[in-house]
Antibody
Framework: EVQLVESGGGLVQPGGSLRLSCAASGLTFSGYWMTWVRQSPGKGLEWVANTKPDGSEKYYVDSVKGRFTISRDNAKNSLYLHMNSLRAEDTAVYYC???????WGQGTTVTVSS | QAGLTQPPSVSKGLRQTATLTCTGNSNNVGLQGAAWLQQHQGHPPKLLFDRDNNRPSGISERLSASRSGNTASLTITGLQPEDEADYYCSAWDSSLSGIVFGGGTKLTVL
């Protein structure tokens, strides 16, 4: 069974940083595009970033460019999201997912507040 | 970054049929199709159909998906109370090299 498990969320002050992790199992991780998606309270799904299977290409939604960095370690079957200069509007549940959403993790909550 | 267009809400009666739509353009839905996701309150999204309209194991055969041009559709027959949820479509967008989502449709079963 394919599983994705996120971790690293929490409460952070505006301007702060967090690193989210996503541990994958049950699949050949290095064969898939991987994606971070977020969902603000009461809102819909928003694509945040994704990365090619070998990590050579990375793409971001405009609102996080220059602040967030997606990375992966295929040897550890892990995906990461480094988030800097966090803003209140980054408050959301962050999900990792395969490609356009074939499999989802349970999500990790990020709250940006003073 | 514009997303896919879905009606915000659809209401149908028990055992009726609901068809949800998702409209994009030639860079996304028209190019590689759309996936369909179901989300119940407080839970992560779950895949109903992939971009090729394949249904994962465990998904009810009352659900079907199709595409015509830049519009994808999800049809649910014999509506049941457990079908009440939010439904999202998603697609790869070649102009973004990223993913676009619909705004979601809240399906209410009366």
């Amino acid at each position: 069974e394919v599983q994705l498990v996120e971790s690293g969320g929490g409460l952070v002050q505006p301007g702060g940083s967090l690193r989210l992790s996503c541990a994958a199992s049950g699949l050949t991780f290095s064969g898939y595009w991987m994606t971070w998606v977020r969902q603000s309270p009461g809102k819909g799904l928003e694509w945040v970033a994704n990365t090619k299977p070998d990590g050579s290409e990375k793409y971001y939604v405009d609102s996080v460019k220059g602040r967030f960095t997606i990375s992966r370690d295929n040897a550890k079957n892990s995906l990461y999201l480094h988030m800097n200069s966090l803003r209140a509007e980054d408050t959301a549940v962050y999900y990792c997912a395969i490609s356009v959403g074939e499999v989802w993790g349970q999500g990790t909550t990020v709250t940006v507040s003073s | 970054q514009a997303g896919l267009t879905q009606p915000p809400s659809v209401s149908k009666g028990l055992r009726q049929t609901a068809t949800l739509t998702c409209t994009g353009n030639s860079n996304n839905v028209g190019l590689q199709g759309a996936a369909w996701l179901q989300q119940h309150q407080g839970h992560p999204p779950k895949l109903l159909f992939d971009r090729d309209n394949n249904r994962p194991s465990g998904i009810s055969e009352r659900l079907s998906a199709s595409r015509s041009g830049n519009t994808a559709s999800l049809t649910i027959t014999g509506l049941q109370p457990e079908d009440e949820a939010d439904y999202y479509c998603s697609a790869w967008d070649s102009s973004l090299s990223g993913i676009v989502f619909g705004g979601g449709t809240k399906l209410t079963v009366l």
